[in-house]
């Protein structure tokens, strides 16, 4: 066995705990879009609003203090304690809740029956505000995210496998990537009992498969809503405590949302399953590529590639890996 | 009270098809045409109130610019149907285009060279319209993120579309168009305004008759649902590529004067990142979507609206303006909301629905 299987095995296992990180996002699209049709652009920025809310709320910052100090000229930064990470994550879920809230109350209630491109477009707007309301509300420097999980190569696993060829040092796998890993599909498991075997569940799948004949069940329609949406702000939370502790609570952690849509095109708009294996497609397609072919046209075809490789698949498949047929009536 | 088509005859076809049947729409549109093109130049070449740099920099050239950009992208998304968010990239392909074109030929009239980057523009958005044959609504709107990530990347890494410059920039050489120079530093400012107003009404003339007439039809048919067009005889492959391709050719249009007009210096990433597609995309839903009128007055809203808040919260209240970014954000996404609720249509709605009741005045129904 050369050095160079081995660095492929590697490029591989990172790929596919990547995937594994967009499967998180994208799984917060597809709970949201079966049970409501909505394609919630906005789920990337929920990530990192949850996210921004935790640092802030662990560190115990001042809401919106840079916005008091401007209009007041006072000097507000921090309340001066520190709030113990599991508190944190639950006050953090609080938020995530009132905010699904607040948006069945004031956006969704008043956009039911319009065309889904028009809720699609209003949430565009919600991230947008979104986005302008976290850094408002918790200042927009970049905040490390510390939630006690292990962070750096995994020194065991390393050490254990080097020298099994010639100039091979070792698996390097992130010990938070593998964390990662182990969440989402506990996280899988519980949202896929959770919708087999509760009522509320079964009441979700009802709504995703035919609203109107849901509704005339006894089904509200509009508790459900704030159901899925607390649900995604949860499985956002999830997601950006992960990407949050790996890269830092910034901006750019709402274009990971970005990433998640190839994979849900990958997958399959309406498919849990889809989700996933999207995102471990996408995410070894594109470290594979990036270390085979990418130093021979320059580098950085992570920018892309997940995209491509959507669209040239969608070409050949229309509804995704797992999507449902799209039938289409005249 | 004067809004009234009562005693406006019309006695031959051509009056009864034209543009703005109700006359004072017609005067209207006159009215603005010469406030366009003789006031405001010759407001710029007096400098009236000072700032004549500022003001065609912060706001005329934007707007006219992004005003033929919006109008590309609302024949794609408002007239077709087919939702595009690789706009972006578009423009990026217009600016590349035009680079290569100026510095390839120095002697073309820049005219010429923004119509012909327009046409380069048109060839790659057909072949990334390709795919919308097979991919439908949400699906093509992600496939079209490919085009704009792809095009990006490719902008920065391969070296011959920056002339192999050390800083991967791209820079406008000057040139003109009848002896006036319109791009580089030592164009005037009247001179950008105008050659940027001609392209504006051009392309708005043809896009408005372009929509009313046989392929604007088919358009429309394919928007509103493509199987049954097709049954009464619509050809998808051709309606739905004709709209990328004219679609792309305004938005390459509007990408070459971004860049050679009103940037003069560019890079790729920053200039046409995804955030434009988004703002240009919001320029058509605010304005309203399948309207030209709409994607114009959608241009100048947002382009007026963050030079208003900037100018209130950091001139007025002297805030820092990272806050007033963020507020600009929160002010965007909260208008985008509201708009869609109220009225999804958007400000060409508005207006319609103003002058239907502006021509029952002073009647309620």
Sequence with gaps: ?330 | MFYRESGDFKTTYAKDTQTFPIKLDRMGYYTILAIAFVVIPTMLVMNVGGGANYWTNAILLPFLIWAIASIGLNILVGYCGQLSLGSGGFMAVGAYASYKLMTSFPDLSIFIIVLLSGAITAGVGILFGLPSLRIKGFYLAVATLAAQFFLVWMFNKVQWFYNYSASGQISAPTRSVFGFEVTGATASAEAKYLFCLVLLVGVAWVARNLTRGRIGRSWMAIRDMDIAAEIIGVAPLKTKLSAFGISSFFIGIAGALFFAVYLGAAEVGEAFGIQKSFLLLFMVIIGGLGSIFGSIIGAAFMVLMPVLLKNIMVGQLNWATDIAAHFEFVFVGALIIIFLILEPHGLAQLWRLLKEKLRLWPFPH
């Design chain 1, 1 to 330: 066995m050369s050095a160079n299987f081995f660095y492929t095995i590697e490029v591989i296992a990172n790929g596919l705990m990547t995937g594994v990180m967009y499967s998180l996002v994208a799984l917060g699209f597809v709970l949201i879009f079966k049970a409501s049709g909505v394609f919630n652009y906005a789920q990337g920025v929920m990530a990192l609003f949850a996210a921004m809310t935790l640092v802030g709320i662990q560190s115990g910052q001042v809401p919106f203090a840079h916005l008091i100090n401007v209009i007041f000229g006072t000097h507000l930064d921090k309340f001066g304690w520190e709030v113990p990470t599991f508190i944190a994550i639950i006050l953090a879920l609080l938020v995530m809740i009132g905010f699904a809230f607040i948006v069945e109350r004031y956006i969704l209630k008043h956009l039911v029956n319009q065309d889904p491109i028009i809720l699609f477009m209003a949430t565009i707007g919600l991230a947008y505000f979104m986005e302008g309301f976290g850094d408002l509300m918790w200042g927009s420097e970049i905040k490390k995210l510390d939630v006690g999980l292990p962070q750096g190569g995994n020194v065991w696993l390393e050490s254990a496998t080097a020298g099994w060829a010639d100039g091979f040092y070792g698996f390097y796998l992130d010990n938070l990537d593998m964390w990662a890993t182990a969440i989402a599909i506990v996280l899988v498991a519980s949202l896929i009992a959770f919708s087999n075997y509760t009522k509320t569940g079964r009441a979700l799948r009802a709504v995703a498969d035919d609203n109107q004949a849901a509704l005339s069940v006894g089904i509200s329609l509009r508790t459900i809503w704030v159901i899925v949406w607390s649900l995604a702000g949860f499985v956002a939370l999830v997601a950006g405590i992960m990407w949050g502790a790996k890269s830092g609570v910034q901006f750019s952690l709402s274009l990971i949302a970005l990433k998640a849509l190839p994979v849900l095109m990958l997958g399959g708009f309406t498919s849990i399953p889809g989700a996933i294996v999207g995102g471990m497609i996408i995410g070894v397609g594109e470290k594979l590529f990036e270390f085979a072919i990418g130093p021979y046209i320059g580098g950085a075809t992570e920018n892309w590639f997940a995209y491509v490789l959507a669209l040239l698949f969608l070409v050949f498949r229309p509804q995704g890996l797992f999507g449902e047929k799209i039938i289409e009536r005249v």
